[in-house]
């Protein structure tokens, strides 16, 4: 029988005065490639969708944020260490949210952050499941 285990990774596009807060991986977490990426992180199996993601933004940010609705939705595929390096799927689900409160404070798995436009965007380069949920983004106000 094939395994049905999947992952579910939440990222938030988080808007301030207009602009969308975007961060920087630490060289050290891929390879030694530091990207750019949207704040959020894989779902625990115990947590609550909602609470999931504003851990993931406290941890990665220590913003309050508040989750609106679901901007854009992605599936592609992912290798887990934990798992002997085996590839699963990976269901991308990006969240509008707005910023509440509380100045950036970056964890130690990133090194810098950005507020930037939409159209800015495209001058970035993002790790890969980023990438995938910044284009389905981009896409949506061209249909």
């Known amino acids: 029988m094939e395994n049905k285990l999947f992952l579910v990774s939440q990222k938030a596009f988080i808007f301030k ?3 969308l807060l975007i961060i920087k991986n630490s060289k050290g977490r891929h390879g030694g490639i530091s990207q750019w990426e949207l704040p959020g992180g894989i779902l625990e199996a115990n ?8 851990r993931e933004i406290r941890e990665e ?10 901007l854009v939705v992605w599936k592609k595929m992912t290798t887990v260490s934990e798992l002997g390096g085996k590839e699963v799927p990976l269901l ?10 509380g100045e950036v404070i970056l964890g130690d798995e990133h ?3 950005l507020w930037v436009s939409k159209d800015q965007l495209k001058d970035f380069s993002f790790s890969h499941n980023s990438e995938v949920g910044v284009v389905a983004y981009l896409k949506s106000f061209h249909l």
Do not use: H, M, Q
């Open 17 to 19: 005065d207009g602009r």
């Open 47 to 54: 947590e609550e969708i909602n609470d999931g993601l504003a």
């Open 61 to 70: 940010t220590s913003l309050d944020i508040e989750i609106k609705n679901i």
């Open 92 to 101: 991308g689900i990006g969240y509008k949210c707005s910023w509440v409160s």
């Open 111 to 113: 090194e810098e952050y």
